[in-house]
Every structure is written in C-alpha cells, then in structure tokens.
C-alpha cells in the first residue's frame, strides 16, 4: 500500500500549516496571503453592506449617526437593538487626516457633538472599549457648511468575530440630505446593490459580506484541507503506532 | 454567524440555539466520536481522510435556488464510505469550515455534528441493509442524509421558540435532497465500476 509513505509526507505539512494559522489572531488564513503575495484588495463594496434584517443577526454591532445641524456634528450611537452606546470614545478625523483632530465621548444618550474646522469629509470613530468599534464619515459642504442644510450618514457595523476593531468597516448610506453630501449617496448606491435585500437572507449575503477576509476562500480552502489532509497523517501514524505496540 | 434560518443549508450558526444546549450537545458529540472513533484501524483512516476532505470542500460550493442557495453536502456518500465512522470526520470538516469560513457555528459545532452525523449514519445503514435495488437503496441514503439533518434542525427551532417556519421548510430540503440522492445515484454507480470494493464495509 502506498498511501502510507503520502500519509507520512502530508503529516508534517499539516502540522506547519496548524502551527502557521495558530497565529496571534486566532485560526485564520487571513496571513497567508500576505506571505506568499499580495493580499488581494478586497473591494470595499462587499464591506459595505448591512444586512436589512438585524434581527436575524445573533451578535450586534454599532450604528453611528452623523448629523450636521448648523455648524455642529452629532454623533448619535446605538447598538442594533437600539440601546445608546454610552460612554463610548469618539474619535474625530479631519478631511484627507490620519491623525485623530479630536476626541469626545457619548454621553448616557449615546450622543456627542463636535464643530469641525473647515469642510471637507470628516471621520468619526467610535469605539465602546469592548470591541465594537465603528467608522462613520460625513461631508461637510464649503463655507458656510452648516446653515439649513444638514448632512447626515449611517454607518453599521456587521458582526466580526475575533477581530473586532482591526477592520473597521465603512457604510455612508442612509443620506436624508443628499444634497448636503451627494457623493456619499453615490457610494451607498454603488455599495448595496452587491447584495440586495432580496439576496441578504440567503447564504451568499453571509459569506460574501460578513467575513473580512471573504475574497481570500481558496486560501482557506487549501489551508483547511492541508489540515484535513496532515490530521489524517497524523492519525494514521498514531494508530499504526498502536497497531505495533 | 447571521446564518439565518431559511437557507437550505444544515448548518446551525452560533447565537441560533441557546450556548447552553450548544454545550450539552457538545458533550454528546465527544461521547459520539469516541463510540464511532474507537479501536479505527490504519486501514480505515485514509478513505477517512479523502472522505473528510470531500465534506470539507464541498459544502462551499454554493448553488443558487428558489431564492435561497443550496450547497451539497456529501452526506449519504460519507455514511456509505464509512459508517459510523462518518462521526469524526464530519466533527473535523464542521470545525474547519467553522473556523475558516464560518459557515456553521464554532460552538454549535457539536450540535451540527449530531444532526448531520445522524443522516450520514442512517444514510450508511440504509445501504447496508440488504435489501434488493441498488440504485434505489443509494438515493434514499443520499435523501435521508440531507432530510434527517434537517428534519432535526427544524425540531430544535421550534424548541428554541423559533416556530414552526422551519418545519415548514422542509419540503424546500426536500429538493435538496433529492439532488443529493441523485448525486449519490451516480457516486455510487461510478465506484460500483471502478472500485467496488470501496464500497464494502471495512474489516474490523
């Protein structure tokens, strides 16, 4: 029989392959891509969609809401399940700026405010300390930005195990004033009909936008059967061991 | 995660059945592997493999219908390849497609185990069994092995207060099952030519 000098080949391979994904962030091929190439760029229109039915969604995530009125911007933060996200830090970011402009809290209401300095597309992060975190953005028309017209944008965060945080991902959508930021209404547009509300309750809405690393799935498919494949080595070896003993 | 119900699929997702029940279900399942894993001999483990592998791969592969997506599971293959043996390799290829793809859930890896390691084994006596019709025998073990898991889906949905909805899906598993049957018409068909004695259960 031949399979058992395959068998004996595949266990160590196995074993570097458990060793390699039971890394620092848990048992994921995430990293493998990157060692071996480029990660793929993973399209932000798959990261952008909520899923219309929360309800059916077991793990909640954070929904930010940014409003302009007058020359302020409100943050207003929930859960899913509407609970106010209180006492969450809020972290503001100037136009075109990695470096925090600002930061602020939410108070019992879920509610902070902040004037941003100039216009432009200002970023909100939110993050409640334990492991939710969420990214929202609002575009702030030119001098003066505020008046009448207010601006608003939405941004839900999908469940994400084990890397909360690590991938904030973005939905400017729900706009009430697309005047104010048009070009967010644009990406909404383009974001969501990816996977549509019909599509969301069915699989491909689940492994599609819910998994961060949804484009790298060959990846895991080797690593799981290089797994499979280096488990039966070493069961093989184990019980031909015992077989002899 | 947010695998809701209403995808013909037999995974359950975490969060769906109550963690305690998932738990209990967990312990079941060890006691289950240990009953159909004990005393395997060399011979067996790579079909258990090459089998496990199969599970693993093939329930990605997602097909559009009737509004929702199928994907094919391989049970009624698993259980005439192997068995009880089915048990820990279906253990195996729930955990990994879990934890890689999170399809089904992490911890009720177990309760899955169970609900699948049931069809698979009734699929593998259901060929054992002899009974005339090969062919015949083969799609009902392909059929039972999808219908079974999901007949006790839908039974823990309505205990965990989800209602009947679930219940009432079965008749959209059926189709799936019945694909499954065919495929396993044809599975069996090809290895009864190539490799008939594949299909004979292991000396043990």
Known sequence: MKTPALLRTMAPLGAVLLLTSLGPHGLSARDLPTAAGPPPPSPPAESTLVLPSGAASPVHGITVRLTLEGRVVVATCSYDGGTPVAGATVTWFAPGLDAPYQTGATDPAGLSAFVPGGPGEWRAVVDDGMGHRREARIQVSGPPWGGNAGGSAEASAPPQEGDHGDHVHDEPGGAEHPAAHTEHAGTAEQGEPVEGPANASGSAAHTHSLEPGGSDRPWKLATGLGLIFGLTGFAYGFTARRERA | ?204
């Open chain 2, 1 to 204: 995660m947010g695998r809701q119900p209403g995808s013909a699929s037999v995974h359950i997702a975490d969060g769906i059945i109550a963690t305690e029940i998932c738990m209990g279900a967990n312990a079941a399942a060890l006691g289950a592997l240990y009953l159909s894993g004990r005393r395997v001999q060399p011979e067996e483990i790579p079909r258990m493999g090459f089998v496990g592998a199969s599970l693993f791969a093939v329930s990605l592969l997602h097909f559009p219908m009737a509004g929702t997506s199928m994907h094919l599971a391989l049970l009624g293959l698993g259980g005439i390849l192997l068995g009880t043996r089915v048990l820990p390799v279906l253990f195996v290829a729930l955990l990994f497609q879990a934890l890689l793809f999170q399809h089904g859930g992490f911890i009720s890896v177990g309760l899955n185990t169970l609900n699948m390691g049931a069809g698979a084994v009734a699929a593998g006596w259901i060929w054992r069994r002899s009974v005339p019709g090969e062919t015949g025998r083969a799609f009902l073990a392909g059929f039972l092995a999808i219908l079974i898991p999901a007949f006790l889906m839908g039974v823990e949905f309505y205990l965990t207060g989800y209602g009947r909805g679930m219940l009432y899906l079965l008749s959209l598993y059926a189709v799936v099952a019945s694909v499954e049957g065919l495929l396993t018409v044809t599975a069996v068909r090809f290895l009864q030519h190539v490799q008939p004695e594949i299909l004979q259960p292991e000396p043990t």
